[in-house]
């Protein structure tokens, strides 16, 4: 004859707090915590490396943006090269510091996916490898103001379209940008040619 057996809660909850997440609550977590859709919760989870890779670049980021960019930019240039998230030569550390640099405004998204070629390539430090190669949004009105100025004075036939339908202000935002070297910072650009053509 067996005794009934008596199992303490506090030892079942010790168990269940060291057992490792399951697949299906990681990807609820992913969907509540990061704001993500569950598509993207469910390519990130689909592996526990790719899993842990992304938390790792999310930590004290943007979820939305973080998930964007592993699934995008690193997962599709993995599967390119058939490589894994144990071999991308691009670290999780250096895929958040990119993000970093988008976040603080210092380089435009199309920067970002120039800096993180490089990155794939040569590896370095994202705010180093930016600086060195002049991937620095320009944030300073002046010299942005000059620039809209100038494309403005330089296009009167267009500046009086604009006007009439000012859905057309967005080829003087593209000119700027273009004499800029895409280096101006988009948003800027924007308010300065709402601003200079009085939309």
Known sequence: ???PLEIEQAWV??????MPELPDAKKARFVTDYGMTEYDANVLTAEVENAAFFE?????RDGKQAANW???ELFGR????GLTVETTPVSAAQLGGVLDLI???????KMAKDLFEILWTEGGDPAEVAAKHGMKQVTDTGAIEAAVDEVIAANPAQVEK????????????????????GKANPAAVNDLVAKKLGL
Request: glycine content about 12%; overall charge neutral.
């Open 78 to 81: 993995l599967n390119k090269e």
């Open 103 to 109: 976040a603080k405004g210092e380089i435009s998204g």
């Open 1 to 3: 004859d067996l005794l």
């Open 162 to 181: 604009a006007r009439a339908n000012p859905k057309l202000a967005g080829w003087f935002v593209g000119q700027v940008l273009k004499a800029t070297g």
């Open 13 to 18: 909850d010790d168990i269940a707090a060291s």
């Open 70 to 72: 592993v699934i995008n």
């Open 56 to 60: 790792e670049v999310a930590k004290g």
